[in-house]
Antibody, heavy 118, light 107 residues
Framework: QVQLVESGGGVVQPGRSLRLSCAASGFNFNNYGMHWVRQAPGKGLEWVAIIWFDGSHKYYADSVKGRFTIFRDNSNKTLHLEMNSLRVEDTAAYYC???????????WGQGTLVTVSS | DIHMTQSPSSLSASVGDRVTITCRASQGIRNALGWYQHKPGQAPKRLIYAASSLQGGVPSRFSGSGSVTEFTLTISSLQPEDFATYYCLQYSDYPWTFGQGTRVEFK
């Protein structure tokens, strides 16, 4: 069955970097665009970024543009989010999700928690 | 960027009530809007796509309407399993944006 497992979260100081990973299995990873979505404690969902199936196109939320980079390793079926210059407001649970077209985030991982604090 | 304004932020309702949630886009998005239901500890689930099309397997008590900038999610008769937080999501243009969410609570 489809499985997405995020990892890499933790506690980090403001200004530092962190890399999140999302290991995919149970579907043809190479054929699908992938997203990152986050949810700050007590807040709503925030779309973060998308990467096309072949890595050719990437788009970001304004709140992370220039600081975060989404990339993928299709040979290892893994999605990544490189987060630089982290801010307190980046504190959130980060989820990867599959793009099934037409705005459908069809499967989600269980999330990994990032806490940015001094 | 397209900003989605969702209202209300929360509502209290009883089983059997009709519930309406609204999303307004800061610019026209045609019908590129979906509605998601999110329960604690679970992945968000899409209910409606293209503003008014029911996702497969979703009960018919859920419906969506609207276009361009004004959109509505309606639950015709609220059921116990419908107590959750609901989000609209515009996918007309990048960056995609969610509404702020509507928490549906038991009255």
């Amino acid at each position: 069955q489809v499985q997405l497992v995020e990892s890499g979260g933790g506690v980090v100081q403001p200004g530092r970097s962190l890399r999140l990973s999302c290991a995919a299995s149970g579907f043809n990873f190479n054929n699908y665009g992938m997203h990152w979505v986050r949810q700050a404690p007590g807040k709503g969902l925030e779309w973060v970024a998308i990467i096309w199936f072949d890595g050719s196109h990437k788009y970001y939320a304004d709140s992370v543009k220039g600081r975060f980079t989404i990339f993928r390793d299709n040979s290892n079926k893994t999605l990544h989010l490189e987060m630089n210059s982290l801010r307190v407001e980046d504190t959130a649970a980060y989820y990867c999700a599959i793009d099934y077209n037409s705005g459908w985030l069809g499967h989600w991982g269980q999330g990994t928690l990032v806490t940015v604090s001094s | 960027d397209i900003h989605m304004t969702q209202s209300p932020s929360s509502l209290s309702a009883s089983v059997g009530d009709r519930v309406t949630i609204t999303c307004r886009a800061s610019q026209g998005i045609r019908n590129a809007l979906g509605w998601y239901q999110h329960k604690p500890g679970q992945a968000p689930k899409r209910l409606i796509y293209a503003a008014s099309s029911l996702q497969g397997g979703v009960p018919s008590r859920f419906s969506g309407s609207g276009s361009v900038t004004e959109f509505t999610l309606t639950i015709s008769s609220l059921q116990p399993e419908d107590f959750a937080t609901y989000y609209c999501l515009q996918y007309s243009d990048y960056p995609w944006t969610f509404g702020q969410g509507t928490r549906v609570e038991f009255k």
